[in-house]
């Protein structure tokens, strides 16, 4: 039995000090989301705060509209007000199925704080939401998506740059490399959408 325990510590001893690598495939998208002029209430205080907006919960459906016009997906999930003018957000977007490869029905989950402007009826310019998971084969999914707002009126509507970090050992050390170039072009954009494409990702490809 003693002889037993003495194994198990030195298994545990070398487990302790081994050295674990992965390698992260980046996969990077770009595209517009834009805001309706409305969401759905979901809850509200049950007792009168003197801060306006704290504790109203509000749940959202938005369109993913790609640089050509395309709808790519939409995002959805719950955000409600801590205060004023900061917001939790806790969404998850989901890619539509008609997409190609790595991207087809698969979604990440974004979890983080909105800021709005001191009186809480407009957004801040720019936003970064962290990626703390995902499913399909964004499973395990890392990473930060990043808002820059480009319109206000009639709409508000963000550009977005979404990048994702999947952990090889996901794919089975397997190499998995996919080139957007020929889905995403940054030189089309519909007429009603400012263009961005100084903000693309040059090439669009997943690197390891």
Excluded at 108 to 130: C, K, S, V
């Amino acid at each position: 039995m003693d002889s037993l325990k003495l194994i198990f510590l030195a298994l545990l001893s070398i487990l302790s000090v081994s050295e674990v690598k992965a390698t992260y495939y980046r996969y990077s998208i770009n595209y517009y989301e834009v805001i309706p002029l409305s969401d759905t209430v979901a809850f509200t205080p049950t007792i009168t705060d003197a801060i306006p907006n704290k504790g109203t919960g509000y749940v959202k459906n938005n369109a993913l509209i790609s640089i050509d016009g395309r709808v790519l997906g939409h995002v959805g999930g719950i955000y409600f007000y801590h205060g004023q003018d900061v917001i939790e957000d806790i969404v998850t977007i989901t890619f539509g199925e008609d997409m190609q490869g790595i991207w087809a029905a698969s979604s990440i989950n974004l979890r983080g704080l909105w800021y709005m402007t001191p009186d809480g009826n407009a957004d801040l310019d720019n936003q970064e939401l962290a990626i703390v998971g995902g499913q399909g084969h964004f499973r395990g999914a890392t990473g930060s998506v990043y808002y820059q707002r480009v319109q206000s009126q009639p709409q508000t509507i963000f550009y977005v740059t979404c990048d994702i970090y999947i952990p090889d050992f996901l794919f089975y050390g397997k190499a998995i490399k996919v080139d957007l170039d020929q889905q995403f072009k940054p030189d089309s954009k519909p007429q009603y959408l400012p263009g961005h494409r100084d903000l693309m990702i040059p090439g669009m490809t997943a690197t390891a």
